[in-house]
């Protein structure tokens, strides 16, 4: 069977364990999807965010229930900023006479 690529949203009631899809009652495997993947954001997040899919080890059906998660930066991204300084303006009256 193939997996499945359709995302479920589940919501957590007193336990999620079952798979809804196939009946599976042994829990789920994680994966993490990167929110920010395929979205051409000009605007850069300090942090990106994923979200937690579970995935039925049985049948292959994929759930989102809600969880977002962030995580440590592994290496310091050097951050361009554009350079806003205006110049100084004084420095064009020195010397007018
Ligand atoms: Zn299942």
Redesign the pocket.
């Known amino acids: 069977m193939p997996v499945s690529t359709e995302i479920t949203t589940l919501s957590i009631e007193d336990d999620l364990r079952i798979?809804?899809?196939?009946?599976?009652e042994y829990g789920f495997h994680t994966s993490f999807i990167n929110m920010n993947a395929g979205k051409d954001n000009p605007v850069r997040c300090t942090r990106e965010v994923f979200r937690v899919i579970l995935i039925?080890?049985?049948?292959?059906?994929r759930y989102d229930v809600g969880w977002r998660v962030t995580f440590a930066e592994p290496v310091s991204k050097v951050v361009k900023t554009t350079d806003l300084r205006q110049v100084c303006t004084d420095t064009l009256f020195k010397g007018g006479q």
């Open positions: 798979c809804p899809s196939c009946g599976y039925c080890p049985e049948c292959g059906a």
